[in-house]
């Protein structure tokens, strides 16, 4: 497999449920992202890990919790989400954190809370 | 507040056209600029790019230009083509601490190239 791929495509889940979506990347980087994309609103990022370390939390409420456990896997943790959680969460890779460096990103997971 | 603005959620053009769509930002930090294209169903893929000491940046049908003055950048495209059809989203890039750079992105535009 080659590039950015995503776990699951489609959730749903109550609002008392404990989830995971997993992000694989192939392609060497060493940065992975996760953005939020709720209707009608811009990509929001969530979170960057830089080697594994994370280097940006975007004031996320804790009921995401980030999991990056090697430079190939990132996993966001669900917990007690809101319905106004519901989007699709997109996870990204680059090369680095830095200038210029283009993001690459997987096909998303569709998220449902109920 | 917006600093990276699309103000057309939509386009529509002929095929064989020119596509032109436009970004306003208000951050003056910003000194990256790249736009995504997006499929139904897919995520966003890299484009094109620029950044902010050029004013044009050219890869066969897409050409980006940025005027600095106004704080604009638009994507050009031609001609236009029916797989073209697509959501296109600006970005413009920071720095944000240490040597990470933080990605701002526009709500996009929806281009629609009819055959």
């Known amino acids: 497999e080659t590039g950015v791929t995503q776990t699951p495509r489609h959730l749903v889940m109550g609002m008392t449920n404990k989830k995971s979506l997993k992000c694989e990347q192939h392609l060497g980087h060493n940065a992975m992202y996760w953005y939020k994309q709720s209707a009608k609103k811009p990509l929001e990022l969530m979170f960057v890990y830089s080697l594994e370390e994370r280097v940006e939390n975007n004031s996320v409420p804790s009921r995401f919790s980030p999991e990056c456990p090697n430079s190939s896997h990132l996993f966001l943790h669900l917990h007690t989400l809101q319905p106004e959680d519901s989007a699709l969460y997109l996870c990204?890779?680059?090369?680095?954190?830095?200038?210029?460096?283009?993001?690459?990103f997987g096909n998303g997971t569709r998220l449902t809370v109920t | 507040d917006q600093q990276v603005k699309q103000n057309s959620p939509s386009l529509s053009v002929q095929e064989g056209r020119i596509s032109i769509l436009n970004c306003d930002y208000t951050?003056?930090?910003?000194?990256?600029f790249l736009w995504y294209k997006k499929y139904p169903a897919e995520g966003p893929t890299f484009l094109i790019s620029?950044?902010?000491?050029?004013d044009k940046n050219e890869d066969g049908r897409f050409t980006v230009f940025l005027n600095k003055s106004a704080k604009h950048l638009s994507l050009h495209i031609v001609p236009s083509q029916p797989g073209d059809s697509a959501v296109y989203f600006c970005?413009?890039?920071?720095?944000?601490?240490?040597?990470?750079?933080?990605?701002?992105f526009g709500k996009g535009t929806l281009l629609t190239v009819n055959p």
């Open positions: 970005a413009a890039s920071a720095m944000s601490g240490g040597s990470n750079y933080k990605l701002t």
């Open positions: 951050n003056s930090m910003f000194d990256y």
């Open positions: 620029i950044s902010s000491i050029k």
């Open positions: 990204a890779s680059s090369q680095s954190s830095g200038y210029n460096s283009p993001l690459h």
